[in-house]
């Protein structure tokens, strides 16, 4: 069974950045397809990245260039790097990863509060 635990939220200040991770266990994590979604208060949980075993990324239009998803396999983390944070990225943040594809059930941690706010 894959375990997922998030950490690296809080409350920071408009402009400023946090670093969330996502630290897996249970699997192989080389092989997992792994991203970040973000649910709002009143909203859905939404994609924000996502990081193939092989490196590529794919990012929702409203983080491009603020936000960056990377993995380190032999710490078996994924990371999300969130740069000039805006209100409206205040969000609960969810990592989850799967085998073949994340539209599918797949594997979810308990997610991070993230408040940007002055």
């Known amino acids: 069974q894959v375990q997922l635990v998030e950490s690296g939220g809080g409350l920071v200040q408009p402009g400023g950045s946090l670093r969330l991770s996502c630290a897996a266990s249970?699997?192989?994590?080389?092989?997992?397809?792994t991203g970040w979604y973000r649910q709002g208060p009143g909203n859905q949980r939404d994609l924000v990245a996502t990081?193939?075993?092989?490196?590529?990324?794919n990012y929702a239009d409203s983080v491009k260039g603020r936000f960056t998803i990377s993995r380190d396999d032999a710490k078996s983390t994924v990371y999300l790097q969130m740069n000039s944070l805006k209100p409206e990225d205040t969000a609960v943040y969810y990592c989850?990863?799967?085998?073949?594809?994340?539209?599918?059930?797949?594997?979810w941690g308990q997610g991070t509060q993230v408040t940007v706010s002055s």
């Open positions: 989850k990863a799967a085998y073949r594809t994340l539209a599918g059930l797949g594997f």
């Open positions: 249970g699997t192989i994590f080389s092989k997992l397809l």
């Open positions: 990081i193939t075993p092989a490196g590529s990324t």
